[in-house]
Structure formats: C-alpha cells, structure tokens
T-cell receptor, first 114, second 113 residues
Framework: DADVTQTPRNRITKTGKRIMLECSQT?????MYWYRQDPGLGLRLIYY???????NKGEISDGYSVSRQAQAKFSLSLESAIPNQTALYFC?????????????FGPGTRLTVL | SQQGEEDPQALSIQEGENATMNCSYK?????LQWYRQNSGRGLVHLIL?????REKHSGRLRVTLDTSKKSSSLLITASRAADTASYFC?????????????FGKGTKLTVNP
C-alpha cells in the first residue's frame, strides 16, 4: 500500500551493527505499529505508538527501540543486531477509535543478520 | 502468545472450488478481522466483523463469527488462482484495554489453475 512506505526494503548486515528501519505514512493516522514475521509464527508485535508522545512495548520488544519523530514517521532500531533478528519487518497504521479497526501495512523490510 | 489460531495451516484446491478457513481464539473480543498476504508482501485487510455480528459478506468473501464457540470462518467462493495467498485472522481482545490486534499464524491457500 503506497500510503505506508518502508525503507529499506531489503538489508543485509552483520552481527553487532546498529540498524534503523524507517516507516512513513500519508494516511494521517495517529496509531503506528511495528511487527516482525517469522516463518510459521505469524506476526508478532514489537512496539506501538498511539500518538507522538506515546510509545508502548509489544510482545517482543527486547533488543529493539523505536522513535516516533512525527505523526507520520515511526522508526525501529536494532542497537546491536543478532542473527535471530533475521526476519520480515512490517510497519502498520490505524485510525484512532474506541476499538482497533483496520490496519494498513507497509510492504515490509527483509532483514538478514549474518 | 497467539490469540487466534487458523485451521488448516495449508489448503490446496482447484480453481472454481470454495475455500474455507477457520479461526479459533481464546478471550472475548471487540472485533475479528481477516487479512490476506501475498508472498513476501504486506498484509491487506479483507473484512472486519464486530462481536455483535454473526455474518458478513464482501464480494466473494463470507465471514461468520460464533462468539459462544470463540470461532470464525472465512469462505472464499468460486476461487481463482489470484486468491493464492496466506490468510490471517486477527482479534481485538476486550481485556486489557490495549487496543491492538493479535494475529494468528495463518492459513496458506493455494488455488491451482
């Protein structure tokens, strides 16, 4: 979905390197999410943010950090990458509301840590 | 831990046949959503059904929800090769007030021409 973009799309890095994955959205949504996807495990939530001043840990936040630079931008960092962080990473957005409604996903970043 | 579990894990059918996928979940929900993912791409929202709804249609898609059994099914009628993808259910649990989705592991659907 062109409304949610992720950079880079593919990245190969070495153990111990610092990596930043970026997400931008033009949907005007307040809520943004970072997920990782591993084969056979579905999507797991890393961090989420409901507005610029709100950051929350998800199911698997260890080894990751995030920054919400603006309503439209949400970055995920791996301070010291390790091989088991090799995965497909997705950013998603949703509109604010009493319940969690439709999420819109970016195209994903395939990260390989050697 | 996963809230939703899809069944079967994989399904292979011929073009024109119907495909049925099931999702079971553990706790009470506000809504349940189905998403499709083409290989290596982002998820795309298909349909949302709220806890007070029992059935919903969208084109060739039919979703049912049975809150007493904590289960949902997604039916794709008259399948096409382009329907080949993985399908995920996602639940919005009522407890915790955390307003985030919990995804299942997905059903991989293959539609053979």
């Amino acid at each position: 979905d062109a409304d949610v973009t992720q950079t880079p799309r593919n990245r190969i890095t070495k153990t111990g390197k610092r990596i930043m994955l970026e997400c931008s959205q033009t949907k005007g949504h307040d809520r943004m999410y970072w997920y990782r996807q591993d084969p056979g495990l579905g999507l797991r939530l890393i961090y989420y943010s409901f507005d610029v001043k709100d950051i929350n840990k998800g199911e698997i936040s260890d080894g990751y950090s995030v920054s919400r630079q603006a309503q439209a931008k949400f970055s995920l960092s791996l301070e010291s990458a390790i091989p088991n962080q090799t995965a497909l990473y997705f950013c998603a957005t949703s509109d604010a509301g009493p319940f969690t409604d439709t999420q819109y996903f970016g195209p994903g970043t395939r990260l390989t840590v050697l | 831990s996963q809230q939703g579990e899809e069944d079967p894990q994989a399904l292979s059918i011929q073009e024109g046949e119907n495909a049925t996928m099931n999702c079971s979940y553990k706790t009470s929900i506000n809504n349940l959503q189905w998403y499709r993912q083409n290989s290596g791409r982002g998820l795309v929202h298909l349909i949302l059904i709220r806890s007070n709804e029992r059935e919903k249609h969208s084109g060739r898609l039919r979703v049912t929800l049975d809150t007493s059994k904590k289960s949902s099914s997604l039916l794709i009628t008259a399948s096409r090769a382009a329907d080949t993808a993985s399908y995920f259910c996602a639940t919005d649990p009522t407890q915790g007030g955390s307003e985030k989705l919990v995804f299942g592991k997905g059903t991989k659907l293959t539609v053979n021409p």
